[in-house]
């Protein structure tokens, strides 16, 4: 039987190659976008929590916050070269959404 | 030597209740007993329909003396995750807003199990509302890892995880939107399968996320697995996604080895992740030595990158999670535990923008999987990258670090098992992901059981 190495744990220093950086598709425009002062960060939660009413309970808005930095990384990593052609997989589908329930 | 009842698998108590061995009655008498034992330690139940059990098993017991064979579940005790509508009994979500929830109808897999002649146990923990947890700040405790109570077992269908894995139950249903039936499968040292998007009726099912959400079974073995797919595959017109096609047999390739499929691993999935242990870097090589000494050829494949599967899944989950419960949101935020909270809440940050590419995304992940699977009879990958973690350790976590590689395969709608492939030197389940392509689980139960068959089955239950 042929034995072979094949798994490597990564350094901790391949974290953040391979989550912020160079991957497959990101944007670099949507990445450096992300370098965005504290403050700005802030403001643009508070003005989408209020827009979305939510009142957000005093103990739940830093761990909220703290989601929403992650967010904006995930967000960024969506817009890549998608071609226009290329349509959403919700991509409206008539002879599914008009049938009837039993 | 006797077989203890909990050991027997759905197949193995099958025969032995056709043949009269032994009977329903005293294959739930014995698990309840288990549940008596066990359950104050790692917290699986929140409701143990007693009862009911010993009446199903009655009836079960009685349609074999009369020679009514309804199918391979009949007279075999179960359980249901506590996001299954059950006609009756409390359904809660294992959250204070629903903690009183007794529904009018059976869920669509309910009915199914009944009309097999299944006995129900009862109402299994969860993660609340399928996402937050594991969490201390709920009506119910969260669930415990039976190797070790110390330990989480995943989520969100944990107490399934928990609850087979301790030998109360030979299956239990779970669901899974981004890995909730394979975490807890792998960090509880058990078979979970996300079937194809499409194959088993959501209808009942508590949603999460509409597009992600697939229910499917955790069990002690590939076949059992299985054969609880059997029972709870299959159209259902009143699932708007249901897919309208026939069954296949899922237990057709059982048996068949692997020799001459050809197996692709997307190991920049796994190899490079910090999180990836080397004990489960090790079991990974052993696992997938193991399928090419068995024959099959073993080839990398490079797929996208990971973490665009991850936030394109999470984008999706988070937007379709918050349209379901933004008004609880606004009027009853402390209702809520925290975790749940957190996690649920980012769906208000998204815009219609982000969600729209990341469906345009989608397409192309599912079109970038399929098309590797042209050439290939499935893909093996890690499913979680360690054991499973204390609890101490499992707080509030960055939403985009998961110590699991599953949510490619919500994106993508494939079938995907998570597999025990050994114990690390702590003592817990190390396991493995195997995916096929779309309505073929059947392939994927048969890598499963190729692979189950070298690995040492004295290892596979804890020791409570």
Known sequence: MRVRRICRPATRSALAFNRYGPLNFANEEALVALSQDEDEIVREFDALASRAQLQIPDDRRAGLLNGYRELRHMVALLRHDLTPDLEPASTFDIAAVSKVRP | ?464
């Open chain 2, 1 to 464: 030597m006797t077989v203890p009842l909990h050991d027997l698998s759905i197949a193995q108590a099958g025969e032995r209740l056709r043949s009269g061995a032994i009977t329903s009655r005293q294959l739930t008498e014995h698990a309840l007993s288990r549940i008596d034992a066990l359950d104050d330690r790692i917290h699986a139940f929140i409701t143990v329909t007693r009862e009911r059990a010993l009446s199903d098993a009655s009836v079960a017991d009685q349609d074999f003396a009369n020679g009514v064979d309804r199918g391979p579940m009949q007279g075999i005790p179960f359980a249901l995750k506590d996001i299954y509508d059950t006609a009756g009994i409390l359904t809660t979500c294992h959250s204070k807003l629903r903690e009183h929830n007794v529904p009018g109808r059976d869920s669509a897999v309910a009915e199914k199990f009944a009309a097999q002649g299944a006995v129900l146990l009862g109402k299994l923990s969860t993660h609340e509302f399928a996402l937050g947890g594991p969490s201390f700040d709920l009506p119910w405790p969260p669930a415990r890892n039976p190797w070790n109570q110390d330990h989480i077992t995943g989520g969100s269908s944990s107490g399934s995880g928990a609850a087979v894995s301790a030998g109360i139950v030979r299956m239990a249903m779970g669901s899974d939107t981004g890995g909730s039936i394979r975490g807890p499968a792998a960090y509880c040292g058990v078979v979970g399968i996300k079937p194809t998007f499409g194959l088993v009726s959501r209808r009942g099912v508590f949603p999460l996320s509409h597009s992600l959400d697939h229910c499917g079974p955790l069990a002690w073995t590939v076949e059992d697995a299985a054969i609880a797919l059997d029972v709870v595959a299959g159209y259902d017109p009143r699932d708007p996604s249901s897919a309208e096609r026939a069954k296949p047999d899922f237990l057709a390739g059982l048996g068949r080895g692997v020799e001459g499929l050809r197996i692709a691993v997307p190991r920049h999935f796994f190899a490079q992740d910090p999180d990836l242990s080397v004990e489960t870097a090790a079991a990974m090589d052993a696992a997938l030595s193991k399928l090419e000494a068995l024959g099959a050829v073993v080839e990398d494949v490079r797929l996208p990158d990971y973490e665009l599967f991850a936030a394109c899944g999470r984008i999706i989950m988070f937007s379709e999670a918050f349209s379901i419960h933004e008004n609880d949101f606004r009027t009853r935020a402390l209702d809520f535990g925290k975790l749940t909270y957190m996690r649920m809440g980012l769906g208000a940050f998204i815009t219609a923008s982000d969600l729209t590419q990341a469906h345009r995304l989608r397409r192309q992940l599912t079109q970038s999987v399929n098309a590797t699977l042209r050439n290939y009879d499935g893909i093996v990958t890690a499913s979680a990258l360690s054991t499973a973690p204390r609890f101490i350790e499992a707080g509030p976590r960055n939403p985009a670090a998961s110590p699991l590689q599953s949510m490619s395969f919500n994106v993508t709608g494939n079938p995907a098992m998570s597999m025990p492939i050994g114990l690390a030197s702590n003592g817990l389940p190390m396991s493995i992901q195997i995916v096929g392509k779309p309505f073929d689980e059947a392939m994927v139960f048969r890598i499963g059981a190729a692979l189950e068959s070298q690995i040492r089955h004295d290892l596979r239950r804890p020791p409570l």
